[in-house]
């Protein structure tokens, strides 16, 4: 089980995937993600968008400390539905969109221009999936949403001129980086 930790959902219980299928984000990370960005914007006027959402969780600790809308995507069809069934039990059904498929695809084909939006990018380490959205997201016009990007040490990006990274924060073999886009 994982618990939610703040917000309007604290001590909430979520389902959680048997196996190795998802890695769900340790609370003490989503604890940590959430203070950094609270702390620093409004929430509440930013749409959350995670492209591999596994069960929700990181998404949900943020969206339950004040997001404008969530919209969810995961391929792996065991985890959308116990996502699914972790937005039911919040009540956040039909209200949240959740797509039950790929992430890269997701990004690429919805339209980003009701931003500003927090993009969540913690997707399968070492497929080249992060790299795909990033250079997608680095394309568009999005001014002032946020990249959240956790990735193992081994992988880099180069970010365009206008993203700011603004935080980054080492986690055992991972790491998080926080990008605004100016």
Known sequence: MIRIHQGRFKNRRLQSLEGTATRPTAAKTRQMVVNVLANRFDLSLYGLVDPFAGVG???LELFSAGGRELLLAEVNPSAAKVLQQNL??????PSSDL????GVSFVAQSDWSQGPWVFLLDPPYGLGLAEQVLAHLASLPLEGSILVWEHGL???FAAPPHWECFKTRRFGKSQIEFYEVL
């Open 154 to 156: 081994e992988e880099a």
């Open 57 to 59: 969780a990181l998404a």
């Open 99 to 102: 797509l039950r498929g790929e």
């Open 88 to 93: 039911a039990s919040l009540g956040l059904l």
